[in-house]
C-alpha cells in the first residue's frame, strides 16, 4: 500500500503532466520560436525562415504592439498581417506579459481573451492555437487551464522532446547570442537527428546587437542552414503538435 507521501507525489506527477503524448514523428523536427515580439523577430527573423521556405512562431503579447520594452522595439500592427499572409503562425503569450503563476483562473482566462480579440481585430478568423509562457514562468494551475485552452504550450525548461512530449510544458532551448554560439547549435541539432524527436529553438530579437535576451541574425541563420542541411523538418508549433501526435513526414 502506497504511503501517504507517494500518494501526493503520485498525484503532483499526474497534475504535472497529464498531456504526455507519444510521439508519432518518423523524421526529427524543429521549430523556430519568437517570444513578445520585437519587430527585429519580423524584419530579420522571419526573412531567413522566409528565404528557405520554412516558417516560425511568433507568441504576441499584444499590449507589446507599437512600444519599445526595455529599450527593444516591438511589433507593430502590420507585422501580424505580413506575418500571417507568408504562412507563419501567431501564438499566444499573456496579453500584459504577466507572468502565470501571479493569475488566478479568471485573469489568466482574461489575458487569453484580451489577446484572441486583439489578434482577431487584425486577422478576422485566426485563432491562436499554441501559448508561450513569458519568462518561462510556471503553476501547476496554470498549466492545467491552459492545456485545455490551447493545443500545446511551450515552457523554457531545457531540452529536446523525445520519444514522448507534454503539451502543457513543450521542452525548448535557447537561441541566444550570449548562451549559445555555432558550434553549440551544431551539437544540439545533432542530438535531435532521431525519430520521434522535436527541438524547439526559442529567442526574441534577431538584430546585429541583440539584447541579452536575442540572437544576431547570423546565428539564426546558421540554425536554419544546419537543420535543412541536415535534413531536419522545420515546423511552425502547431504544424509539429499535429505531427507528432498524428504521425507523417
Known amino acids: ?22 510521439m508519432r514523428n518518423q523524421r526529427p523536427i524543429i521549430s523556430f520560436t519568437f517570444d513578445d515580439f520585437p519587430h527585429s523577430a519580423v524584419v530579420n527573423g522571419a526573412s531567413i525562415l522566409d528565404r528557405y521556405r520554412k516558417r516560425g512562431t511568433f507568441f504576441v503579447a499584444g499590449s507589446y504592439c507599437g512600444r519599445v520594452v526595455d529599450g527593444v522595439v516591438q511589433y507593430c500592427a502590420e507585422d501580424l498581417p ?58 501547476v494551475g496554470a498549466t492545467l487551464k491552459l492545456e485545455r485552452i490551447f493545443a500545446g504550450c511551450r515552457s523554457t525548461q531545457y531540452g529536446i522532446n523525445k520519444g514522448a512530449a507534454d503539451l502543457g510544458r513543450l ?51 546558421h540554425a536554419v542552414e544546419t537543420a535543412v542541411s541536415l535534413g531536419v523538418e522545420i515546423l511552425p508549433v502547431s504544424d509539429a503538435i499535429g505531427v507528432i501526435c498524428h504521425g507523417s513526414i
Open 171 to 221: 521542452r525548448a532551448a535557447r537561441l541566444y547570442s550570449g548562451v549559445i554560439n555555432f558550434d553549440d547549435i551544431v551539437r544540439l541539432i545533432q542530438k535531435a537527428l532521431a525519430p520521434n524527436s522535436w527541438l524547439i529553438f526559442y529567442t526574441h530579437d534577431v538584430d546585429d546587437v541583440p539584447s541579452k535576451f536575442g540572437c544576431t541574425p547570423a546565428l539564426l541563420e
Open 1 to 22: 500500500m502506497l504511503k501517504g507521501r507517494e500518494v501526493l507525489h503520485r498525484v503532483v506527477r499526474n497534475l504535472q503532466f497529464p498531456k504526455t503524448v507519444r
Open 82 to 139: 505580413r506575418l500571417f499572409s507568408a504562412g507563419h503562425e501567431i501564438g499566444c503569450h499573456t496579453f500584459y506579459h504577466r507572468r502565470v503563476s501571479t493569475l488566478t483562473t479568471g485573469m489568466l482566462v482574461e489575458e487569453a481573451d484580451l489577446n484572441a480579440a486583439f489578434v482577431a481585430h487584425h486577422l478576422p478568423n485566426v485563432v491562436m492555437r499554441t501559448f508561450a509562457y513569458p519568462y518561462g514562468d510556471v503553476s
